[in-house]
């Protein structure tokens, strides 16, 4: 059984940073490419970045891009999120996300792709 636990969000004021963390356990964490993603009151939960397993490879999206940086360290099972420059519409909970497939070279966007999720951590971010 895979645990993904996140940590690290809270109320910053806009312009703010914040820095999450989410560590695994339950299979080996360097076979398989991690997301985060987030999900606003009222919206779907949306892809905000990912990385490949070795970490040589990261994704963001677009709304993100330049402001956020993630990392992974795979001797500790810890896949980060630093989030800088911080707006009031990043506001939402956060998730990491297991990539369901391992070995893979690519790191896929869309939520369905993704087998494991963790409990969420809350950013709020106020103007």
């Known amino acids: 059984q895979v645990q993904l636990v996140e940590s690290g969000g809270g109320l910053v004021q806009a312009g703010g940073s914040l820095r999450l963390s989410c560590a695994a356990s339950?299979?080996?964490?360097?076979?398989?490419?991690m997301g985060w993603f987030r999900q606003a009151p009222g919206k779907e939960r949306e892809f905000v970045a990912g990385i490949s397993r070795s970490g040589g490879k990261t994704y963001y999206a677009d709304s993100v891009k330049g402001r956020f940086t993630i990392s992974r360290d795979n001797a500790k099972n810890t896949v980060y999120l630093q989030m800088k420059d911080l707006k009031p519409e990043d506001t939402a909970v956060y998730y990491c996300?297991?990539?369901?497939?391992?070995?893979?070279?690519?790191?896929?966007?869309?939520?369905?792709?993704?087998?494991?999720w963790g409990q969420g951590t809350q950013v709020t971010v106020s103007s």
């Open positions: 996300a297991a990539d369901s497939v391992p070995y893979t070279i690519v790191v896929i966007t869309t939520t369905n792709r993704y087998d494991y």
């Open positions: 339950g299979r080996t964490f360097s076979s398989y490419a």
